[in-house]
Structure formats: C-alpha cells, structure tokens
C-alpha cells in the first residue's frame, strides 16, 4: 500500500512499460521542455494490474 503526491501540472505525460518480472509495470512521468525530457517521477506497481490490460512489448503514452 502507498501513496503518492505529485505536482500534476508539471508532468507533460506517462510512460507505462513491463517490468522483468511478469507481474510488475513500471511508470515513468515524464516532463518535458522545448529543449529537455526528464523522467520527473517513476514508480512501479508489482501487483494487482490485470494481465489482460498489459501489453508488455509495448509502451503506452497517456496525456493527462
């Protein structure tokens, strides 16, 4: 169980990826300037993530 508090406004989108272990996801928020991308936060879930809505040979972009 956790918690996160993130500044929203700062992150320009997600990245969501497999991890090495089959039930872990990784998600890189990243930030993102006119000349820079920086992963600002990252944090990873290691269950509870339904398989079928994972793609691991994929990385999915989401724009808040």
Do not use: K, Q, W
């Amino acid at each position: 169980m956790g918690e996160l508090l993130i500044n929203s406004e700062a992150i320009s989108y997600v990245e969501m990826h497999g991890g090495e272990r089959e039930d872990e996801v990784f998600f890189d928020l990243i930030v993102e300037s006119e000349t820079d991308r920086v992963v600002a936060y990252f944090f990873v879930l290691s269950h509870g993530f339904d398989e079928d809505e994972l793609d691991t040979h994929n990385t999915r972009h989401a724009v808040h």
